[in-house]
């Protein structure tokens, strides 16, 4: 039995449709360079995850010191050396890690030649993730030799079986009329 294109598009159709979609990102790095007189960027909005990388381009070194929840302990603290081209000790890195890090506002102080030179501020946004996945109460596999029952106490694997049989009915029926 040979299907027409028409037929071979619907059966793709109704496959993309069974197909659970899940969207995600990568973690980012989000980049600062100190200059003299000038920190590019003054603000950023970021998402949970990911890396904040201050980069040093004068001779003397800077230090950067963050108090995320105000209790007067610094939570982060770099020293950024003079500009130095052969290795990273002119760099300083924040892992915004989505354990330690709620989304809000935070500033960053940066310190140069003992005093405060800029404050960065920035907003961090939490790290949502929108998947169609499996309902709630799923688990891969039987458990205890029994299935999971949906919340109208059906099988919830027989109605995509019943869904499945439907869809290919219905594109065996097109295929037919179309002939």
Same mark, same amino acid.
């Given at each position: 039995?040979? #299907?027409? #294109?028409?037929?071979? &598009?619907?059966?793709? $159709?109704?496959?993309?449709?069974?197909?659970?979609?899940?969207?995600a990102h990568g973690a980012n790095s989000f980049s600062f360079i100190m200059r003299n007189g000038s920190l590019q960027p003054e603000s950023a909005e970021v998402v949970q995850n990911d890396t904040l990388i201050f980069y040093n381009v004068v001779d003397y070194e800077r230090s950067l010191e963050l108090d995320k929840d105000e209790d007067g302990v610094m939570d982060y603290q770099c020293t950024a050396s003079g500009f130095n081209s052969t290795t990273t000790d002119d760099e300083c890195r924040l892992w915004l890690d989505p354990n330690n890090w709620t989304a809000g506002e935070y %500033? &960053? @102080?940066?310190?140069?030649?003992?005093? #405060?030179?800029?404050? /960065?501020?920035?907003? /961090?946004?939490? @790290?949502?993730?929108?998947?169609? +996945?499996?309902?709630?109460?799923?688990? !891969?596999? %039987? $458990? @205890?030799?029994?299935?999971?029952? @949906? %919340?109208? *106490? *059906? !099988?919830?694997?027989? $109605?995509? #079986?019943?869904?499945? =049989?439907? =869809?290919? /009915?219905?594109? +065996?029926i097109i295929a037919r009329r179309g002939k």
């Open positions: 039995m040979r #299907l027409t #294109l028409r037929s071979q &598009l619907s059966i793709a $159709v109704v496959f993309l449709l069974l197909i659970p979609v899940a969207s %500033e &960053l @102080d940066i310190i140069s030649n003992g005093s #405060l030179w800029k404050t /960065l501020s920035f907003t /961090l946004i939490e @790290d949502v993730h929108n998947e169609s +996945g499996p309902p709630s109460g799923y688990s !891969f596999g %039987e $458990v @205890d030799g029994t299935q999971n029952q @949906d %919340e109208e *106490g *059906g !099988f919830s694997s027989n $109605v995509f #079986l019943l869904l499945g =049989a439907l =869809a290919i /009915l219905g594109v +065996g």
